[in-house]
């Protein structure tokens, strides 16, 4: 329940958080499929050169993305072969480590936006009596 609580959540990162030339990376075998695809139209001599064109830019989107997903499953696979269910430690670890410095940064963020907002929201509620 745990997975698929983590790729529901996965899903809707790429859903609600747009960014520009951003790859969802939960559909791979469709991303598998049009890199594919592109590189035939790179390398057929029919196709034209906006085509070319734009099959190059899609590839130069989505192979990072599949590349990184490949080495992943082939480390997981390796380090599942080798330790066992213990080989989830190191993802978990890594995972908790990105969220704890994720969160720190966004409380600096939002830290400075109230220094540069002129203090706190107290502050600034304040009734003039109370002052």
Not at 4 to 29: C, E, F, W, Y
Not at 54 to 64: A, F, G, N
Not at 81 to 99: D, E, I, Q, S
């Amino acid at each position: 329940m745990l997975g698929a609580a983590a790729m529901g959540v996965q899903n809707a990162r790429d859903r609600l958080i747009s960014r520009q030339g951003h790859v969802p990376n939960t559909v791979k075998a469709e991303h598998v499929t049009q890199i594919v695809l592109d590189l035939f139209e790179l390398l057929s001599p029919a196709s034209s050169s906006d085509t070319k064109t734009t099959s190059r830019e899609r590839l130069e989107r989505t192979v990072p993305a599949v590349s990184s997903f490949a080495c992943g499953a082939v480390g997981g696979a390796i380090g599942y072969a080798n330790v066992g269910f213990w080989a989830l430690l190191l993802p978990v670890l890594a995972l908790l480590w990105l969220t704890f410095n994720a969160s720190r940064r966004q409380q600096g963020v939002t830290a400075s936006q109230t220094l540069m907002d002129g203090g706190s929201e107290q502050s600034r509620t304040a009734s003039p009596a109370g002052r």
